[in-house]
């Protein structure tokens, strides 16, 4: 289940990410009040933690990681 949460707010953070970089226009900041925004902060954040808890699925062997869903 973490696998999966942490996945999701990868992607959202590599939605974000490519719309600052395509249009300049910070999605979760826009929602949440700037990118200084207590809200912001704790997304962005969740987001890095989720990202450095995936650098564990290059890791795992593709067997574990199909019989655990």
Known sequence: MLDKISLILV??????WGSI???QF???GWLFGGQGAAVSRVI???????????IS????DRDTVESRD
């Not at 699925?57 to 795992?60: A, Q």
């Open 21 to 23: 970089g395509i249009f």
């Open 11 to 16: 992607i959202i953070g590599a939605i974000n």
């Open 57 to 60: 699925l290059l890791f795992r």
């Open 44 to 54: 962005f954040t969740l987001v890095a933690l989720a990202g450095l808890w995936c």
């Open 26 to 28: 910070d999605i979760v």
